[in-house]
């Protein structure tokens, strides 16, 4: 109820925004934490204010000798006071922690869309095969997952309308959700500092109705998927030479392999994810396999990072398709 | 605190040495004591940072640094140990003789303790040019050859010669700063500056040196004997 | 208990002041309240230089293309704003000068336990700082003051290696500072003061001093390894050999987290001192606040993941750096409240420093409770990176740490220079900065909640109605400090000649003359009565 009030005085105050829209699932209950937080924040602030203030009237000083009673400390005070802040702050931790970690894993149903940072401008990638720079097109109402890396410095993808961002990190790959719950056309910035233009390193995300977002999707310039790019890659670069999908390469077959475990040499049991495949294309003798002999050469230099999730994409496609031949 | 104009009085008062912040010579010992403990936790911190950060690579790319810590000399870093630990024997000698007023057999065990000390640095120095002989310096000449590294990842190694290289010379500039202080202590042990009642600065220059050496027995089966050559 | 003291005329009598005359005499000093001046200097200048990056970045953002230079400037003058602020004023100014006079005062000691090395800081600062301006005037730094890797390890064209070399430097400073005071405070103490009868300025200090040696070393070594990176291209956080660029954060957050508990606890000392002479009151729950600096200094270093929720560690660890997070509030909380409970039934007087220390409980309170903010891990994500962050920092930092530094040297003005300055305009400055400092960083607060990112020369023209007001009040703020620095240098020639204990405040180092003699005392005193005796005892008996 409270929060209800609150945020219908908030949005904006008196004509003047002070906080951002809310366009996700999750930005209502992010801004209603935020809320507690503030009242937290103001109550004890002028608590402590209106206290002094009221001492220092009440307790001025009347004559220059004067020499106040020693005041005894009081244990019960202390435990008071400490106690009553701990309970409020393990209060707002579980809320804020609990909030956390529902938002942590996107729903199973997620849209992908691919997202390479770069001084200082970011490449967006669909895996229909639109591909985007500065501009982010999703459709209202559906989870989008966001699988994030940079080629150069750590940036940060940043929405504020949807409350989220993470870190953008070289060589690893980072990942978000969201729900759009709005259409329209919002901020998303970057939010680590990562040189010369990082102020300029920013974009529009346009939520879409669902029909819109498909025309959208299927208008433009006839592309190649992410995975048919990345078939494309596979042979210019090689790799179809020892990656046989018959078993008579010089390397595994890659058929149905995404998503399941391999014990590499080392007697460590990985799971073949995208950062797996990533790690296999640019440092491959990291994570020697048992049967195989260390004789992958590295791609590092030779594809850039949106080349090595094209070729992700390739991989993946064909665990979904050639399940039944599957080695 | 009432003046005292002569100044043999005051030496009588005071024993050399004393320094006039303090109340009284015990007071001095031991806030000098505590000083250098403060400061070898500062250094433990400082290397900290270092044995932190191999320790997260080291379990991230075990393979890369067993193939590097094999090219490392394990019979140079044994005796390189050995020397250390004979010299914070010669050190602890030194303190002894000190406290018991032996001018001679001080100057005798601190110089003992600087020739090893330059052992050690001389060991340490050949070490490093036969890394550079093998192309091993990471940043400066890093070319080693393929069956040196054995198939391992060569990144992995280059990471492994970096904390070799960053940790060794860190100890080594320790050394040569222990160098220093030992020269110096050394001349005024010739000046005849200390005694029974006033050892203080041989006292913490030992605690120096053998937090040194401390830092050095833990590097070397660190970074000499993970090869699993044994 | 009082050392009868008589009050010669300064000019007649010989103190630490005039004992010697000459640069040599200053350069060459070892006792440690001539060395608080070099530092008094030095530290003023180096403000000045934060705060003129400060001024022009804050000219720049009244127009969301920005008004006055390139973003490659813009982003030097932030970075430079933030490595003079933090390495070269707020992490020395209160222990170095405040500290270096007082604490062989406080204590009852003739000199801190290592006078030579106490000076040798002081150069080191020196060198440290040179380096730094030699940085700035050489084309400067543009890594912001966290010097994140990749970015200032390989793409950064400006001068890293030369800050960080001068952070490296001043860093041992640090270290020497707090090393001397551990000693001092535990080896030195006079006669009858057992640790519980120290003043709370003590206690903090002694905190303070024991983050400054755990904590500095970690960050030498990882600026160390920075530079090493930078000059040989090669090193542990390259991605591409296998390093890892966010290994760089946790060893640059390990120091910094439990940095500015370096730069927030002397402060919360001086407030102490403060609001127990102008209450005349001893600080309620004595026991609690000395626990609680000890408390935030044990638990600052468990709570540095809290600047990397975003980086992609693990949720776990989140949680864990959270609850930490929230622990470390704790302490603060208590202090605030006992700082209150010791108005109660006080007889309070309004001068200058009492207004500072009254204006540090307000401000700091929301400063910390801001903090909560953050430690809230789902408003965390959103917050991170935006101007939520510069204003609850800067709440703390200029609401806290500056106001209790300005609180002090106002406070202890007539020991050190044996001169009162001009109560009336001081306590106008002091107005002048509360307003100007809440008319720049409230603002900030609703920027970051909006989205706004920090560290942004330009931004979308939405926000500019609330940068135009923050920098408004930094316009105002600038002028309120330009204030004590005229009346205070005013009064040093032509102030009133202050007696040893103007404001009749308990403490050994009001039983000195003002200016003190170099060697402090002419006879150790003997303690026998708690800190804070301000009350008459009831049966008429001392102590």
């Known amino acids: 109820m409270f929060n209800f009030i609150f945020a219908a005085i908030a949005d904006p105050w008196f004509g003047f925004p002070i906080k951002p829209e809310d366009a996700s699932t999750t930005a209502s209950s992010v801004d209603h934490l935020y809320y507690f937080l503030t009242a937290l924040t103001l109550f004890f602030t002028f608590a402590i204010f209106t206290t002094i203030f009221y001492f220092m009237v009440k307790y001025r000083r009347r004559m220059p000798d004067e020499r106040p009673k020693a005041i005894e400390t009081s244990t019960a005070l202390e435990v008071t006071w400490t106690v009553i802040p701990a309970m409020l702050c393990a209060f707002a931790f579980i809320w804020a922690s609990s909030l956390y970690f529902r938002n942590s894993r996107p729903p199973n149903a997620s849209m992908e869309v691919f997202v390479v940072g770069k001084q200082w401008m970011w490449h967006l990638q669909h895996p229909e095969g639109a591909r985007e720079i500065n501009e982010l097109h999703v459709p209202v109402g559906v989870p989008v997952k966001l699988t994030m890396t940079s080629e150069d410095v750590i940036h940060d993808f940043s929405i504020p309308v949807f409350r989220i961002k993470h870190d953008v990190i070289p060589g690893r790959y980072s990942s978000i959700w969201f729900q759009a719950t709005k259409t329209g056309t919002y901020h998303f910035f970057c939010a680590q500092y990562c040189g010369a233009e990082h102020s300029g390193m920013i974009g529009w995300v346009y939520v879409m109705s669902p029909t819109d977002y498909a025309n959208w999707l299927s208008g433009g310039s006839k592309g190649e998927s992410m995975a048919q790019a990345g078939e494309r890659l596979f042979t210019q670069l090689g790799c179809v030479t020892c990656h046989v999908a018959d078993g008579t390469g010089r390397g595994p077959v890659l058929q149905g392999l995404y998503g399941h475990p391999v014990k590499l040499r080392s007697g460590e049991t990985r799971v073949v994810d995208e950062a797996y495949i990533r790690q296999a294309i640019v440092n491959p003798n990291s994570m020697p396999l048992p049967n195989y002999p260390p004789i992958m050469p590295t791609f590092q230099g030779q594809v850039n990072e949106e080349q090595v999730l094209q070729l992700i994409a390739y991989v993946k496609s064909l665990g979904t398709v050639e399940k039944g031949t599957a080695k | 605190m009432a003046e005292l104009s002569a100044s043999s009085t005051h030496a009588a008062v005071h024993p050399p040495g004393f320094r006039h912040q303090f109340e009284d010579m015990e007071q001095q010992h031991e806030a000098g004591n505590l000083g250098m403990w403060v400061f070898l936790v500062t250094e433990i911190l400082f290397f900290g940072g270092l044995f932190a950060s191999y320790a997260i690579y080291r379990s991230l790319y075990l393979p890369g640094f067993e193939a590097g810590s094999r090219l490392l000399d394990v019979k140079l870093g044994a005796t390189n140990t050995a020397v250390l630990i004979g010299s914070s024997l010669t050190m602890a000698l030194a303190v002894h003789a000190a406290q018991t007023g032996k001018r001679k057999a001080l100057i005798f065990f601190l110089l003992l303790t600087m020739v090893l000390g330059a052992v050690f640095l001389g060991i340490k120095f050949d070490e490093y040019a036969t890394k550079w002989h093998h192309g091993l310096v990471p940043g400066l000449k890093w070319a080693p050859d393929e069956e040196m590294h054995n198939n391992a990842p060569l990144g992995s190694v280059e990471l492994f010669f970096c904390f070799y290289f960053f940790m060794t010379a860190l100890h080594a500039t320790h050394m040569i700063i222990g160098f220093g202080i030992m020269t110096v202590m050394t001349v005024k042990s010739w000046r005849g500056e200390f005694s029974p009642e006033y050892y203080a600065p041989i006292e913490v220059s030992g605690l120096y040196w053998h937090f040194v050496d401390i830092v050095w027995i833990f590097l070397f089966p660190l970074l000499y004997l993970i090869g699993g050559r044994y | ?543």
């Open chain 3, 1 to 543: 208990m009082s050392t009868a003291v008589m009050e010669t005329p300064a000019a007649s009598r010989v103190h630490y002041l005039n004992a010697n005359y000459g640069i040599k005499s200053w350069l060459f000093t070892t006792d440690h309240k001539r060395i608080a001046l070099l530092y008094l200097g030095s530290i003023t200048f180096m403000f000045f230089i934060g705060g003129s990056a400060a001024t022009l970045i804050r000219l720049h953002l009244i127009e969301p293309t920005g008004a006055l230079v390139q973003p490659a400037t813009y982003n030097k003058l932030f970075t430079i704003h933030g490595v003079v602020m933090v390495f070269f004023f707020l992490i020395p100014s209160i222990p170095a000068v405040l500290g270096n006079f007082l604490v062989p005062l406080m204590v009852g000691a003739r000199d801190l336990a290592f006078p030579k090395i106490n000076l040798l800081s002081w150069y080191l600062y020196i060198i440290g700082a040179l380096f730094t301006l030699y940085a700035i005037l050489s084309g400067g730094v543009d890594t912001g003051w966290t010097f994140y890797t990749p970015y200032s390890s390989t793409f950064a064209h400006s001068q890293v290696i030369a800050t960080a070399l001068g952070v490296f430097i001043v860093g041992f400073s640090s270290i020497l500072t707090g090393l001397n005071f551990i000693v001092t405070i535990h080896k030195m103490r006079a006669p009858g003061l057992t640790w519980f009868r120290l003043p709370l300025f003590i206690w903090a200090i002694y905190a303070t001093s024991i983050i400054q040696i755990l904590g500095t070393p970690v960050l030498a070594i990882t600026i160390f390894l920075l530079a090493l990176e930078r000059l040989l291209h090669v090193g542990i956080f390259d991605p591409a050999i296998g390093g890892d660029p966010i290994l760089f954060q946790h060893l640059f957050w390990f120091y910094s987290h439990p940095a500015v508990y370096i730069m927030i606890l002397p402060g919360m000392g001086v407030i102490s001192e403060l609001i127990a002479c102008f209450s005349r009151k001893r600080v309620f729950g004595y026991a609690m606040v000395a626990y609680s600096s000890m408390a935030i200094a044990v638990l600052s270093f468990l709570v540095w993941g809290h600047h990397m929720f975003v980086t992609g560690q693990s949720v776990y660890a989140g949680l864990i750096f959270s609850v930490l997070s929230f622990m470390v509030a704790i302490p603060s909380a208590i202090k605030v409240f006992n700082w209150t409970a010791t108005l109660y039934k006080g007889s309070i007087s309004y001068e200058a420093p009492m207004l500072y220390a009254l204006g540090f409980i307000g401000l700091f309170t929301m400063g910390g409770l801001t903090g909560l903010f953050l430690a809230s891990l789902a408003v965390d994500v959103h917050l991170t990176g935006t101007y939520f962050i510069v204003a609850h920092f800067h709440y703390i930092m200029v609401g806290g740490a500056v106001m209790a530094y300005l609180g002090g040297i106002h406070f202890w003005w007539p020991k050190i220079t044996g001169r009162l300055y001009p109560d009336g305009w001081a306590r106008f400055a002091a107005l002048i900065i509360f307003v100007g400092f809440n008319l720049t960083f409230f603002p900030q607060f609703v920027l970051g909640y909006l989205g706004m990112p920090r560290r942004y020369a330009v931004y979308p023209a939405e926000f500019q109605v609330l940068n135009v007001m923050s920098s408004a009040g930094a316009s105002i703020l600038g002028i309120g400090y330009l204030i004590p620095l005229i009346y205070l240098i005013w009064s040093i020639r032509y102030g009133p000649v202050a007696g040893p204990n103007p404001w009749g405040a308990k403490g050994l180092e009001w039983e000195t003359p003002s200016p003190p003699p170099t060697e402090n005392f002419e006879e150790i005193p003997v303690v026998t009565e708690e800190a804070y005796a301000y009350a008459e005892p009831e049966d008429g008996s001392h102590g």
